[in-house]
């Protein structure tokens, strides 16, 4: 089945120590991208990449931090979480080089206490 | 600075009715607007998506009517239903990454 999987799907955590949370993706797509959704704000861009080894930062990089060192893969780092970046957190992928039609994941919600 | 602009915040409608969602853009580099529908505890999916160079496009019950000179886009639903019942995002994208979202709509189809 062709799909975006995200982990950990629910995560609490304590300020301060360092976070990783997971993107994978089976449909070979070139785009990657994450989001954070908070109410009445959308979803918000933190970074994303065109292709493998390119990452550019989106609205909101701030605290985070990403890699693509293979195709399928796209983790969102969060080096030292702040209560601000408790949200829920989607991932995205892309056929093209562009955001396109967006594939996206289940979520993680995180809450950093 | 906001880049795309969705009104209204929520929406009720009753059922058979038309549900109306409007967005505004400022960007003229953009030339990719889709309508993402997402319902609780689930992912946004694809809903339609339209580009510059046409006025309008319709798939089914839903059509995006498009225009360009006003820098506006919509979302019409017709003969809406329950199941329509969902959060709506309009966002819009261009050549280069990035991917702007409006804030959501949450519909309610009443029956």
């Known amino acids: 089945e062709a799909q975006v999987t995200q982990n950990p799907r629910y995560l609490i955590t304590v300020t301060g120590k360092k976070l990783t949370v997971t993107c994978s993706q089976n449909?070979?797509?070139?785009?990657m991208s994450w989001y954070r959704q908070d109410p009445g704000l959308g979803l918000r861009q933190i970074y994303y990449?065109?292709?493998?080894?390119?990452?550019d930062k989106g609205d909101v990089p701030e605290g985070y931090k990403v890699s693509r060192k293979e195709k399928r893969n796209f983790p969102l780092i969060l080096e030292s979480p702040s209560p601000n970046q408790t949200s829920l957190y989607f991932c995205?992928?892309?056929?093209?080089?562009?955001?396109?039609?967006?594939?996206f994941g289940p979520g993680t919600r995180l809450t950093v206490l | 600075q906001q880049q795309v602009k969705q009104s209204p915040q929520s929406l009720i409608v009753q059922k058979g009715g038309i549900s109306i969602i409007n967005c505004a853009y400022e960007?003229?580099?953009?030339?990719?607007f889709p309508w993402y529908q997402q319902f609780p505890g689930k992912g946004p999916a694809l809903l339609i998506a339209?580009?510059?160079?046409?006025s309008e496009k319709k798939e089914g019950r839903f059509t995006i009517s498009f225009n360009k000179s006003a820098k506006q886009f919509s979302l019409h639903i017709m003969d809406s239903q329950p199941g329509d019942s969902a959060t709506y995002f309009c966002?819009?994208?261009?050549?280069?990454?990035?991917?702007?979202f409006g804030d959501g709509t949450t519909l309610t189809v009443k029956p």
């Open positions: 995205a992928s892309s056929l093209g080089t562009g955001p396109g039609e967006q594939f």
């Open positions: 449909m070979n797509h070139e785009y």
């Open positions: 990449s065109m292709n493998v080894e390119v990452t």
């Open positions: 960007n003229t580099a953009f030339d990719y």
């Open positions: 339209i580009r510059p160079d046409v």
């Open positions: 966002a819009a994208s261009g050549n280069a990454g990035k991917s702007t």
